[in-house]
């Protein structure tokens, strides 16, 4: 029994493509890297005072401060002080922090398990709600549950993540005591920062999951399926679904990349100790090279799961893969 579009391909020799497809969008990651890294470096750059101004403050003279910049090459051509910042972050060296006096890198290390664990579990949450919800209105288009799910994708989009995250702190937390409201001490405190980070995904999730759907499922080989006596929970879930998944995993890729990024409003409600709400307090420090490494960092990280989406295409789709096979 055919499945539709996924067989296309049987006699691809998995390893030799996959190891050609991993090694393109790895390459493919460094200019975009290099130019987000620099695009970063030099807006940083354009911000009023320096270095030198934020450490030393008004207290030293001009001349002094003349020379520390001398010191710490700050004089030098943005070109310079930029390769020389991008060879020093692939020794894992990009600087210290003003406010702790600790390397840039190992501070963000420090902080970003607490924003994986918030990115990977709202990215749960998110998928058990969108897709049974956006399967069941491709399923019953044009119903009353079709309509239902389409209201709450929009609910989801339109409340705003602080919103909703003071609601959850004020109706679970204050009213119920049910989970705690601020920090990661416990293993409850995951749940309502979750759910905020998640209820935003679903939504855009749940819309995507039911375009894609609706596309697959009016598909002829769904209707030979269904002909030749195959039940329609496994159609739906074992050829449309499987079908469909591409703009899916493009869209749960993209959102836990932004997720990855910090979720600042949501680290910030619930005191997470996490990457956003480090950049957050950065800025406000004008920690500047704290706000430089965590933008780069970010990047770099994003991009990797994006590679890693890219990879899982080639897994659901052997034609993608067909693409790199000579």
């Known amino acids: 029994m055919h499945s539709g579009p996924l067989d296309l391909c049987p006699s691809l020799n998995p390893g030799g493509s996959m190891h050609k497809y991993i090694i393109s969008r790895l390459l493919s990651l460094i200019p975009v890297i290099l130019a987000v890294s620099f695009i970063v470096f030099f807006i940083v750059d354009l911000a009023p005072g320096d270095v030198v101004d934020i450490i030393a403050g008004t207290e030293v003279s001009v001349a002094d401060k003349a020379v520390m910049r001398e010191e710490m090459g700050l004089n030098k051509p943005l070109l310079v002080r930029y390769f020389r910042y991008m060879g020093g972050m692939l020794r894992g060296d990009m600087g210290i922090s003003y406010v702790t006096n600790k390397n840039v890198f190992d501070i963000y290390m420090s902080r970003l398990p607490a924003t994986l664990l918030l990115a990977s579990v709202g990215t749960i949450v998110a998928l058990a709600i969108a897709i049974p919800l956006g399967i069941t209105a491709a399923v019953h288009q044009n119903t009353w549950l079709d309509s239902s799910s389409m209201v709450i994708g929009l609910l989801g989009l339109s409340i705003p993540t602080f919103w909703l995250g003071l609601m959850l702190i004020i109706v679970f937390s204050l009213k119920l005591g049910l989970f705690p409201s601020i920090g990661n001490q416990t293993l409850l405190s995951i749940v309502l920062p979750a759910i905020t980070v998640g209820s935003g995904q679903a939504a855009l999730t749940m819309r995507t999951t039911r375009s894609s759907m609706l596309e ?19 159609v739906i879930r074992k050829h449309a679904f499987k079908n469909a998944l591409i703009p899916i995993l493009t869209v749960i890729g993209t959102q836990f990349g932004v997720a990855l990024g910090g979720a600042v409003m949501t680290e910030t409600v619930f005191a997470w100790p996490g990457v956003g709400r480090l950049l957050v307090d950065s800025i406000s420090n004008r920690d500047t090279l704290m706000v430089t490494g965590s933008i780069i960092l970010t990047t770099i990280l994003s991009s990797i799961v994006m590679l890693l989406i890219d990879i899982a295409y080639a897994f659901v789709d052997p034609r993608i893969k067909a693409r790199y096979v000579k």
């Not at 598909?219 to 929970?233: C, F, H, I, M, N």
Request: hydrophobic letters at 35%.
């Open 216 to 234: 697959v499922i009016r598909q002829d080989y769904l209707s030979t399926a269904r002909a030749k006596g195959v039940p329609e929970k496994v």
